[in-house]
């Protein structure tokens, strides 16, 4: 009986003091993925990942913009950008974001109209400018 209650003692202290310890994790899920733009999901937050071609710090060109999807967010930054293709005359549109603003930049050129995503984290040290895309590109990137 001894024995015993001996073993489970140490077996206790040695499963309470482990030094490897399993983290639940939440999966990644890469959804679309244009050139190097991709949409990044980590559980309700979504990660837009962008190509930087004009930046205040040339060191990264990969930037990226985060949001939670409250209230189906991600649709309804589909559809914003989407609906902005087809607007007359194409106009900029500026969004908040927790801790960015984003101008999504519409120009109309001779083949097709294109976006950019114009950049400037909140408090203001930091503006930058995606490559341009265009309406079949944001499908892909959305899935669309």
């Given at each position: ?41 980590i559980g309700d937050e979504y990660t837009v ?96």
């Open positions: 009986m001894k024995r015993i209650i001996t073993i489970a003692v140490l077996f206790l202290s040695f499963a309470s003091f482990a030094q490897i310890k399993v983290i639940a994790t939440v999966p990644v899920e890469k959804l679309g993925k244009v050139n190097n733009n991709y949409i990044q999901k990942f962008y190509n930087c071609i004009q930046s205040d710090d040339e060191n990264n060109t990969l930037r990226k913009f985060t949001f939670k999807n409250i209230d189906n967010d991600y649709l309804s930054l589909y559809n914003i950008i989407a609906n902005g293709f087809t607007a007359t005359p194409l106009y900029d549109i500026k969004l908040e974001l927790p801790n960015n603003y984003v101008w999504l930049h519409y120009t109309a050129s001779v083949d097709k109209p294109t976006v950019q995503f114009m950049v400037s984290n909140k408090e203001g040290n930091s503006n930058n400018v995606s490559e341009a895309l265009t309406k079949d590109q944001v499908n892909k990137l959305f899935q669309k």
